[in-house]
Each structure stands twice: as structure tokens, then as C-alpha cells.
């Protein structure tokens, strides 16, 4: 009896104690090849800058020529909404023209982000 209650103690603590995951920002930075061909830092990219990404609301800025979609979609770009646009951009964005179909591993999407939020 005592060993189930030291057992169960024990397990209760390592579920508690134990550290989450963490994205891997490498991982997102090699993944991010593939995006690089439209997404850079500069204004001049086929894509939008993704320079500073994060907290910027979607569709704004001025240098660049959103679909009609991105620009009523009403988003702000933090990890919740990134995740859903990179693993299904038709589904979180209906309309835009980004040409792809999304990160098929949710953790892949995942690391790209922690890799976006060093792209300051």
C-alpha cells in the first residue's frame, strides 16, 4: 500500500516537476530554407517581411500587396496564430495567396516560430 502511494507521489511530481518541450529555434531555421525563396528580413522579398513578425497585426504593412483575405483577416501574429497559419493556411486564412499547403508536423511549424521570434 505504501509503495502505490509512493508510486503515484512520484508520478504526480514528475508530471508537475518536469520541464515542458521547448521549440527548437535551429530546427526553424534550417526549415525556414524552404521559405526564404518569398520571406526575408527585407522589404524587397517576393513575400512579406517577416522582420518583427510577432505582434504585428496581419496584412499591414505598407510595402507589400496583400490578398484581399489577409487584409480582412483581423489577426495579430503571435505563436497561437502562426501555428494555425503555418500548418493550414487555407483553413486559419481562406483567400490568401501564400502558395503553401503547410507544415504537415505541427512541431516543425512549431520551430519555425521560435525561430521567427529572433527574426527581429
Not at 524552404?34 to 496581419?58: F, I, Q
Not at 504593412?61 to 500548418?87: C, I, N, V
Request: a positive charge; hydrophobic letters at 40%.
Amino acid at each position: 500500500m505504501v509503495s502505490r502511494i509512493w508510486g503515484a507521489a512520484i508520478g504526480v511530481f514528475l508530471l508537475t516537476a518536469a520541464p515542458s518541450f521547448a521549440a527548437d529555434a535551429n530546427h526553424g531555421k534550417e526549415l525556414f530554407t524552404a521559405c526564404a525563396a518569398c520571406h526575408t528580413e527585407r522589404p524587397d522579398s517576393l513575400g512579406p517581411s517577416l522582420k518583427g513578425v510577432m505582434g504585428r497585426k496581419a496584412g499591414t504593412l505598407e510595402d507589400f500587396r496583400y490578398s484581399p483575405a489577409m487584409k480582412r483577416a483581423g489577426l495579430t501574429w503571435d505563436q497561437q496564430a502562426l501555428h494555425d497559419y503555418l500548418t493550414n493556411p487555407q483553413g486559419k486564412v481562406k483567400g490568401n495567396r501564400m502558395p503553401f499547403s503547410g507544415f504537415a508536423n505541427a512541431a516543425d511549424a512549431d520551430d519555425v516560430i521560435a525561430y521567427l521570434v529572433t527574426y527581429k
